[in-house]
């Protein structure tokens, strides 16, 4: 095997527990101060001043490890974060926020990453990686009796699975009901799913700010045949065997509770409870579920890396198989459900690159168990994985979507089919030139349409087409579409002239 570059890197050692209490004490109060400015309210103002107790939480967090001048130069570009924020809070003041609170805590308490591509890496590490140290952190708090130690292997598995039945809620209303008939009345009013899930997300992203825990450079041994290492948020002892054998029995309970509803009320169509619609069961499952497959596939991945123990173990092994498979069958569900959806409301690109990315989902969670069986790595994973992107992607390339969507949703109409809704001619119209020979059946289906705006709006993307065969913006496609129009054109002259 080859050896290590003597510039590989590790973790520093983990804090004494008095301190990480602590620690663990402000994050709860930052996670408080966030469910007073944030949950359930218009978010402004509220996140700069949230933005601003992290920083100051920070600071006293990790005074010792603090460089005076290095700590002026965070604070200003903290405050430099703080105005785009101030002046209007939206995706790119936010992101720019993050930066700012990222980079500061960077410059103030990791002196040692003086390159470009460190500190890259460092803030990578802080921004993906950072938040999933929060429960293996809080677990040193803990005295690692046999006792706390039996809490500890159960708190991954319970958290996970609490994190499963909240998408399984969103997804199926008929969980959504149990989960609710779970919660006493009083409790529920200020206790829900949703923000138990708030104050979950809050501890994670505060966390990395109020626990740095930079990776140090050292020389490395050689190298043997070992395991592929965990990421660097995740601890071996909180992803033990143990743990990832009570989580794979929790989540395929769960999991099997969400396909025998399926198979009842989307594969059966068996009456669904009352108030509840075979539109709305379909239409609110098909994205939750997605994110709980993949959810799961990163689950696999860590749990079980190439040559780590998991892998390894005969009762593992089978019960990830399990697993996959019951992902694969709500992959399958969630693409009938936007089938069924598609059935009522129509074609638009948003539900074709569902269609697309969930069967990509499918075909990953195949190939996590093709690289188990076979024994690969996570590199021969991804490369896989890049294939059929790659091959989904140019083939995508090659199709006419907007000729596709126009045709289908015309066809599919109420007018043509005597099913589903009505011809959104304004939607067919967005389209483009490409959506002109349906435009056209369209027109002929609703003769009553043909008058005022809609001619004048047709004749523009006549306009726009005739423009796309100039010689700088000539295609194939707008070239075919062309011949299709002129025969179209022929045509009706030719049934003018007999009439």
């Excluded at 050692?13 to 101060?33: D, G």
């Excluded at 002129?486 to 002259?493: F, G, H, L």
């Amino acid at each position: 095997m080859t050896s290590l570059a003597s510039t590989s890197t590790t973790d520093i050692p983990p804090i004494r527990p008095s301190a990480l209490s602590a620690k663990l004490a402000m994050a709860l109060l930052l996670a408080a101060l966030g469910d007073f400015l944030l949950y359930g309210r218009r978010i402004g103002m509220s996140l700069v001043i949230l933005a601003v107790a992290i920083a100051c939480a920070s600071l006293l967090a990790n005074r010792a490890a603090l460089d005076f001048r290095r700590a002026v130069t965070g604070g200003a570009i903290v405050a430099l974060g703080l105005v785009p924020a101030i002046e209007e809070l939206n995706t790119l003041s936010l992101l720019i926020l993050v930066a700012a609170l990222a980079i500061a805590l960077l410059l103030a308490t990791n002196p040692e990453t003086t390159g470009l591509a460190e500190r890259a890496r460092a803030l990578r590490n802080l921004v993906l990686f950072g938040p999933f140290r929060f429960f293996p952190d809080a677990l040193q708090v803990c005295n690692m009796s046999a006792f706390t130690r039996g809490i500890a292997l159960w708190l991954m598995p319970a958290v996970l699975s609490t994190v499963f039945v909240a998408l399984f809620a969103a997804a199926n209303p008929v969980i959504e009901q149990w989960v609710s008939l779970l919660n006493p009345k009083i409790i529920f009013e200020y206790v829900s799913v949703w923000r138990v899930l708030f104050w979950i997300l809050m501890l994670a992203l505060v966390w990395p700010f109020i626990h740095v825990r930079w990776r140090r450079k050292k020389v490395a041994a050689a190298e043997t045949d070992v395991a592929e290492p965990l990421p660097p948020f995740v601890s071996p002892e909180f992803l033990g065997p143990s743990t990832i054998l009570r989580s794979l029995i929790l989540f395929n309970l769960l999991f099997a509770a969400q396909s025998i509803l399926d198979a009842i009320y989307l594969w059966g169509h068996v009456a669904l409870p009352e108030n509840l619609t075979y539109a709305s069961y379909a239409h609110r499952g098909a994205y939750p579920l997605i994110a709980t497959a993949l959810l799961a596939a990163a689950f696999v991945l860590v749990a079980m890396r190439p040559g780590g123990p998991a892998e390894k173990s005969k009762v593992i092994r089978p019960l990830v198989y399990l697993w996959v498979g019951q992902n694969v069958l709500l992959v399958a569900s969630s693409i009938l459900r936007l089938d069924l959806y598609v059935d009522i409301y129509m074609l638009t690109y948003w539900r074709i690159a569902a269609f697309i990315w969930m069967g990509l989902v499918a075909l990953g969670l195949v190939l996590i168990v093709t690289r188990i069986a076979l024994n690969r790595s996570n590199q021969w994973l991804i490369g896989a994985n890049l294939i059929a992107l790659t091959i989904v992607l140019y083939g995508c390339s090659l199709v006419n979507f907007d000729a596709f969507i126009a045709d289908y949703n015309v066809t599919h109409s109420r007018e043509a089919s005597g099913n589903g809704v009505q011809i959104d001619i304004d939607y067919l119209l967005t389209l483009g030139p490409q959506a002109l020979p349906a435009i056209d059946r369209a027109i002929a289906l609703r003769p009553g349409a043909s008058e005022g705006c809609l001619v004048s709006q047709r004749d523009r993307l006549v306009e726009q087409q005739r423009q796309d065969l100039a010689w700088r913006s000539w295609s194939f496609r707008s070239w075919r579409l062309q011949r299709r129009l002129d025969a179209q054109a022929e045509t009706r002259s030719g049934s003018r002239l007999a009439g």
